[in-house]
């Protein structure tokens, strides 16, 4: 191979497999966090709802987006605090055990108040729309246990 063709060649399959670094991260990200939107879109595709519901729904979305914003701000907080409780000690210590069960506390109670509010959601419900919530919510936690 000519030696002048050698670093302008490198430089592109570089640049080729950056690239396909980049969109294999970007879909790995995205196929991550596609479970939350995906479980909320699916149990509103399930359900055909009408005025009302949507009117009760929005009220209790809007009540259960303030407190996950609160509950997930705190399990930034702990997570710092495992963070810096690691630094200073990295070992189990007993830092690292009080951060580790905040961390769990406030995960617990995001995953508490997350049934509540689908709970809640199914309570906003006509009775015949119901089971078709019931069978997507279903499904979506067997398919979040395989």
Partial sequence: MNPALRLPLAT????????????ALAWAWHAFHHEDRSLHELLHAAVPLDAEEQRVLDGEEHQFQLQRAAIEARLRVANGQLADAVATNPSWSPQVEQASREVERAAGDLQRITLVHLFEMRVGLKPEHRPAFDRALIDAFRRGSR
């Fill in 12 to 23: 592109f399959a570089g640049a080729v497999l950056g690239i396909a670094g980049a969109l």
